[in-house]
């Protein structure tokens, strides 16, 4: 424990390609410390496990909001964006739609979009 902060040293594990795990260390405060072990409990695991959820969560996130960013900025298109996010470019039109950001992406881009999959509007 520091006795300056309080804060306890814990050790995290990740993986990387499923096959590479390394260890890292991260200071927290007794009373995050308390959160994890009561939310690791609830989840019926140990504390390593519910953070690797927990990191990977607030990856995801913070991908989605680093695409939305690049996206509100104009520098990366929809179909970019969902990339870097890791999500569908159907997820993210909703993400951007949701929080008010022009997606580029409108009703000709759709129709065109259609038309190259053979599911455009048919004349008949």
Same mark, same amino acid.
Request: aromatic share 4%.
């Given at each position: 424990?520091?006795?300056?902060?309080?804060?306890?040293?814990?050790?995290?594990?990740?993986?990387?390609?499923?096959?590479?795990?390394?260890?890292? +260390?991260?200071?927290? +405060?007794?009373?995050?410390?308390? &959160?994890?072990?009561?939310?690791?409990?609830?989840?019926?695991?140990?504390? +390593? &496990?519910?953070?690797?959820?927990?990191?990977?969560?607030?990856?995801?996130?913070?991908?989605?909001?680093?695409?939305?960013? &690049?996206?509100? &900025?104009?520098?990366?298109?929809?179909?970019?964006?969902?990339?870097?996010?890791?999500?569908?470019?159907?997820?993210?039109?909703?993400?951007?739609?949701?929080?008010?950001?022009? +997606?580029?992406?409108?009703?000709?881009?759709?129709?065109?979009?259609?038309?190259?999959?053979?599911?455009?509007?048919?004349?008949?």
């Amino acid at each position: 424990m520091n006795v300056r902060t309080g804060a306890k040293k814990i050790c995290l594990r990740y993986h990387v390609s499923h096959t590479m795990s390394r260890t890292v +260390s991260v200071r927290l +405060s007794d009373e995050t410390l308390r &959160e994890i072990n009561r939310l690791a409990s609830r989840l019926k695991t140990d504390r +390593s &496990e519910a953070l690797r959820r927990f990191i990977e969560r607030g990856l995801r996130e913070a991908r989605i909001d680093d695409a939305l960013d &690049e996206l509100r &900025e104009g520098t990366i298109s929809i179909g970019r964006a969902a990339e870097m996010a890791g999500v569908t470019i159907y997820e993210m039109l909703d993400l951007a739609r949701e929080r008010g950001i022009p +997606s580029g992406y409108g009703p000709d881009d759709l129709e065109r979009d259609l038309r190259a999959y053979g599911l455009g509007a048919r004349s008949d």
